[in-house]
């Protein structure tokens, strides 16, 4: 099976602008997640959709929304970027099936942020 | 809300010996517990997790130990190689239909040939 893929892998935009990422899950699974990574904050949890339904939600303002389409492809929307908000953006998928454990999420390779 | 704490930061070993990274979670529902290795300009990748049902599991050169009593999990690495030279992450979720992984800030672990 293929793997996670996001696209752009790479992005600059400059303050004030908006950005739309793209992660397509592995085929199959039902799960997308978000996730920022800086060096400074570590990887923390964005949102996280489910049968095109926001499922779970992270600590981040309102310029980051996200959505799921049909086909469990996913997109995340920043508006207003802020100098902060560069970073590199992960995605990661998992089968999320029945059961009280969560199933292993993997990961794409990340879309890289830069706001100038 | 969940708190994950990992120590060490940073980890030097001589190649061949062991390596033990650990980690403590705040919140006892959490039944998940999976370790990610991240090599510089790559995504994470799984290398081994654990649920709560199991105290210790073992893949190779790695191993997971849980303790839940006293929330903390543990990462072992044996007989290192210059491969493992990655920083790792652990993490925690509470499952049940939340997808919320959250992660330590990681340990940048160096084997020194």
């Known amino acids: 099976k293929a793997g996670v893929t996001q696209t752009p892998r790479y992005l600059i935009k400059t303050r004030g602008q908006q950005v739309t990422l793209s992660c397509s899950p592995i085929?199959?699974?039902?799960?997308v997640s978000w996730y920022q990574q800086t060096p400074g904050q570590g990887l923390q949890f964005l949102f996280e959709?489910?049968?095109?339904?926001?499922?779970n939600k992270g600590n981040f303002p309102g310029r980051f929304s996200g959505r799921q389409f049909s086909n469990s492809r996913s997109e995340m929307n920043v508006s207003t970027l802020e100098l902060g908000d560069s970073a590199l953006y992960l995605c990661?998928?998992?089968?999320?099936?029945?059961?009280?454990?969560?199933?292993?999420?993997?990961f794409g390779p990340g879309t890289r942020l830069t706001v100038l | 809300g969940e708190n994950v704490e990992q120590h060490p930061s940073t980890l030097s070993v001589q190649e061949g010996d062991s390596a033990v990274i650990k980690c403590t979670y705040s919140?006892?529902?959490?039944?998940?517990f999976p370790w990610y290795k991240q090599e510089l300009g790559k995504r994470p990748q799984l290398i081994i997790d654990i649920r709560s049902n199991v105290g210790e599991k073992k893949d190779q050169r790695i191993a997971v130990t849980l303790n839940k009593t006293a929330k903390h999990f543990s990462l072992h690495i044996t007989e290192t190689q210059p491969e493992d030279s990655a920083v790792y992450f652990c993490?925690?979720?509470?499952?049940?239909?939340?997808?919320?992984?959250?992660f330590g800030t990681g340990t940048r672990l160096t084997i020194i040939p």
């Open positions: 085929s199959g699974h039902r799960s």
């Open positions: 919140d006892s529902a959490s039944n998940y």
């Open positions: 993490a925690a979720s509470t499952g049940f239909g939340n997808e919320k992984l959250t």
């Open positions: 990661a998928s998992s089968l999320s099936g029945a059961g009280g454990f969560q199933d292993t999420q993997y």
């Open positions: 959709y489910f049968s095109e339904t926001q499922r």
